[in-house]
């Protein structure tokens, strides 16, 4: 069974981790990350008013990028409807697979991903509350994005609105743009299979598919390079945040365990040499004042005399002298 050892705390005892407890962990967790998109709507103008800022920063940086990836996505279908189908699906597929195959192939060093993973993603949610942003694709048409999700929505399962199926486009935040967790569940996905992976093409993969992920998102007009940037950047405090969390972690499991433990009774007779009335043992005996081996043919009288005193007779000097006096 995967066990998961926590790094940097110390050598102790290795964690069993189970899957019946941690596949409900995740859930849990990824509810709560899709009811807090939901929660952090906020101010429809002020999501617009701050991805607006991030165009004029970008540009005053000369670093927007969006603008002509956005161009060559929606002239090009042969890279806009790939891009879309890489936005839409990768993001929910690749990152579950890739924890599964931590938990199974490298349970030690399982408990620390997760939990690099669901502290970024909190820090994530800190993020779309206290900054709703506006996408670039949902920007007034003079800042010159089109919305690819939309252009070529005829081609996969997702609607105008946005990347989830058609009709279910309300049940999501589409002001949840600042950081970019695609970027940044992308980039976890790669520092894994970069360091776990033992295949050439496992860090491949791990190359590819963050950069991959920060040219789709910006080229769809679903996030803007800064974003991108965010998003790394919100992994990197995750990361250095792992570790405490696991301290933390382990501290309350252990004052939960000491105070909910059964108390045993102590024994009277436990470490006690008493095993009946009186008499007691010594190293090497089977029974009170038994000696665990009996003398040989060649023993020596004081052996045989110390056996009989053993069974209280007497000794062979006191019989004689028993005899005499009769």
């Known amino acids: 069974m995967p066990q998961a050892e926590t790094p940097g705390i110390g050598v102790g005892p290795l964690t069993r981790l189970r899957w019946w407890t941690e596949l409900p962990l995740i859930l849990v967790v990824y509810a709560s990350y899709s009811a807090g998109r939901l929660l952090a709507r906020g101010d429809v103008g002020g999501a617009v008013d701050h991805g607006v800022a991030i165009l004029r920063l970008e540009k005053l940086l000369h670093i927007d990028a969006e603008h002509p990836l956005n161009r060559l996505f929606t002239r090009e279908a042969w890279l806009g409807v790939p891009a879309d189908f890489w936005y839409a699906s990768l993001h929910y597929l690749v990152t579950p697979a890739i924890l599964v195959w931590i938990f199974r192939r490298r349970a030690e060093h399982y408990r620390a991903a997760r939990t690099w993973l669901m502290a970024s993603t909190f820090l994530g949610l800190i993020g779309f509350s206290l900054m709703p942003t506006c996408p670039p694709r949902l920007l007034s048409a003079g800042h010159g994005f089109v919305d690819t999700m939309a252009q070529y929505s005829s081609y996969g399962w997702w609607g105008d609105e946005a990347s989830a199926p058609r009709g279910l486009g309300g049940m999501t935040n589409q002001y949840a743009a600042m950081p970019s967790l695609h970027v940044g569940w992308a980039l976890w996905c790669g520092v894994l299979l970069w360091r776990h992976g033992r295949s050439r093409w496992a ?19 679903n996030h803007y390079l800064l974003d991108a940037v965010a998003g790394v950047a919100v992994m990197g405090v995750g990361f250095l945040l792992s570790r405490p969390v696991m301290r933390a ?24 040499p008493i095993v009946s009335a009186g008499c007691q043992t010594s190293a090497g005996e089977r029974i009170p004042r038994q000696p665990l081996s009996r003398p040989g043919p060649g023993a020596a009288p004081a052996d045989a005399g110390d056996g009989a005193a053993a069974w209280g007779l007497p000794h062979s000097s006191e019989a004689e002298s028993l005899g005499k006096a009769r």
């Open 249 to 272: 972690a382990d501290a309350v499991r252990a004052r939960l365990r000491a105070r909910f433990a059964p108390v045993a009774e102590p024994s009277s007779a436990a470490g006690s």
């Open 203 to 221: 860090r491949v993969v791990a190359v590819v598919y963050p950069l991959g992920t920060t040219f789709v998102v910006m080229g769809t007009a």
